[in-house]
């Protein structure tokens, strides 16, 4: 392996001990303490999992978190109030709603409902329009957590080729509006599974983000002489968990490079816990 390993743990760490000193001073100096309240529908392990370390960390952090645990017999209009509930109650700073919920239940509105100056997640239309137009309120998480891992290396964006692959709301999209704002200077290219010659276009990457969500999709052959990747994608396949690149043959030709697990994983619940302290702040 000759890239430089980007330690997703250990750059975590620091912004979590950054939150840590800044809620014990926030906390010392209102009488408030940050309150995140998380909703998990149904018992899909990983989601359980994800959940249960959210709340850990917050722990951690002094952070107040509450977990609410629906059945997967819930109904839309059971859960739409039991985020009406918690945008109502003062004494909630942030509201997560973990996805995926099951299949009878529709997402949009419910993100649509969470009151913006509580969405932790960055997933409020209003909170993407903000961040879109380079004045965000919150920052979404898993974005803004591999924007913090390239600021933490000093990869300089300016003018680079970005590809990011996958278009999602929750990592795709946003990511790639990240790369692009003023400040970052990116040149961004979105592919995505109705993109043609996709292994062309990942082969003029300065920078890669994969956020597929297909195991080893990114192969070593794709990846450019010294170019920087980073891996979103979390498969578990046969108990193990497994990025959308094919680290070993990446790790060959890239200049750095993200493990999975271990790299963007940590970075996102470390960037909820910073989101959860800012709608704190701005509550009071
Ligand atoms: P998603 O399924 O919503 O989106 C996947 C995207 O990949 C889609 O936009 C689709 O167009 C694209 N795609 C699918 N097949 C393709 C193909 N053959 N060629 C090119 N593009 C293709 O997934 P998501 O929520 O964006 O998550 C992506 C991955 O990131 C998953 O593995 C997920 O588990 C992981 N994830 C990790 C974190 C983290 O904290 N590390 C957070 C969120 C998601």
Do not use: W
């Not at 939150?19 to 926030?26: D, G, H, K, L, Q």
């Not at 932790?120 to 957590?145: A, I, K, S, Y």
């Not at 790639?176 to 979105?190: E, P, R, W, Y």
């Not at 994969?210 to 192969?219: D, H």
Request: hydrophobic fraction near 40%; charged fraction near 20%.
């Amino acid at each position: 392996m000759s890239a430089k390993l980007i330690d997703g743990k250990l750059i975590s760490a620091a912004v979590r001990k950054q939150v840590t000193e800044e809620t014990s001073a926030f906390t010392a100096e209102t009488g408030v303490t940050p309150h995140l309240a998380a909703v998990l529908v149904g018992d899909d392990p990983a989601s359980q999992v994800y959940v249960r370390n959210k709340e850990r960390a917050c722990r951690k952090c002094g952070l107040k978190s509450t977990l609410y645990r629906l059945s997967d017999k819930t109904t839309q209009q059971q859960l739409m109030d039991l985020v009406a509930e918690l945008n109502a109650d003062e004494s909630v700073h942030g509201i997560l709603v973990q996805l995926p919920l099951p299949d009878h239940l529709d997402s949009t509105p419910v993100l649509d409902s969470i009151r913006p100056d509580k969405d932790v997640d960055g997933f409020h239309p209003e909170n993407v329009g903000l961040m879109l137009q380079g004045r965000p309120r919150f920052l979404p998480c898993t974005p803004h957590g591999v924007m913090k891992m390239l600021a933490h290396e000093n990869i300089d964006t300016t003018g680079k080729h970005a590809v990011v692959i996958g278009r999602s709301d929750i990592v795709g999209k946003p990511m790639a509006g990240l790369l692009v704002q003023k400040g970052s200077d990116a040149t961004v290219t979105i592919c995505h599974s109705r993109t043609t010659d996709i292994a062309a276009v990942i082969r003029q990457a300065d920078i890669v983000v994969a956020a597929v969500g297909i195991p080893e999709f990114v192969t070593g052959d794709m990846i450019k002489p010294d170019a920087v990747v980073i891996d979103v994608g979390i498969n578990r396949v046969n108990d193990r968990l497994v990025g959308d690149v094919e680290f070993s043959a990446a790790a060959e030709k890239a200049s750095a490079i993200t493990p999975v697990p271990g790299g963007v994983g940590p970075m996102t619940i470390a960037m909820l816990l910073g989101n959860t302290l800012k709608a704190a702040k701005q509550s009071v």
